[in-house]
Structure formats: C-alpha cells, structure tokens
C-alpha cells in the first residue's frame, strides 16, 4: 500500500484545514486507516484512526471534538477534517494504514510521506 498526503499548510488559529491521503495498492479497504503527528523535537504521535468499515473512530483527547477522519473505500480516499486549529496542532501529519488496530505507532504496516501544518496564532 502506498499513502500520498495532501492538504497541508499554514493558517490561522481557530481555523479549518482538510487533509487528505490517497491510497493505492493492494485491498486498501481492508486496511484500518489513521493519522498520526510529530512536532520537532516530539514523538509520533497518534491522532484519529477509523476501522476499514468506517464504522467505529477512533481519537486523542487533544483533538477530540475538533477533528474528524474519514474514507471513501471507492475513491481509496482518507480525510482529515480539523477545525478550531490550535499552534499547538502544528506538526508534519502522516496518513497511516495497518491491518489491525492502528491507535500505536508500532501497529502502522505503511506510513505516507507527511504533510505539514502549521497553525499561527
């Protein structure tokens, strides 16, 4: 499986910004999806993450409320949807697949390449 992110950049704090990842590759929707982030100086760390079905997600209390993931199997698509942005959400963001759970960052089989955002108050 290999991830693209998308959707990355700068904004103001108490903003919205979509990320996006585009999968390919082999039974993308059997793949539990996530998102996961590291800030310089941080650990990865993780973020959202949804079953291969959609039907349960997943989120860190930091950004519970505020973000929402999603997919769409047909398009091979995962979102990101992150409103009332905060500085402290300013990482580099990585789409993240595995075939089990994917709350850890040692349960990710594939990791995309990473997209930053950055939130300026």
């Known amino acids: 499986v290999q991830l693209v992110e998308s959707g990355g950049g700068l904004v103001l704090a108490g903003g919205s910004l979509r990320l996006s990842c585009t999968a390919s590759?082999?039974?993308?929707?059997?793949?539990?999806m996530g998102w996961f982030r590291q800030a310089p100086g941080t650990e990865r760390e993780f973020v959202a993450a949804g079953t291969w079905s959609g039907d349960k997600t997943y989120y860190a209390d930091s950004v519970k409320g505020r973000f929402t993931i999603s997919r769409d199997n047909d398009k091979n698509m995962v979102y990101l949807q992150m409103n009332s942005l905060k500085p402290e959400d300013t990482a580099v963001y990585y789409c993240?697949?595995?075939?089990?759970?994917?709350?850890?960052?040692?349960?990710?089989?594939?990791w995309g390449q990473g997209t930053q955002v950055t939130v300026s108050s």
């Open positions: 590759g082999r039974s993308f929707s059997k793949f539990a």
């Open positions: 993240a697949a595995a075939q089990y759970s994917i709350t850890t960052v040692q349960a990710v089989d594939y």
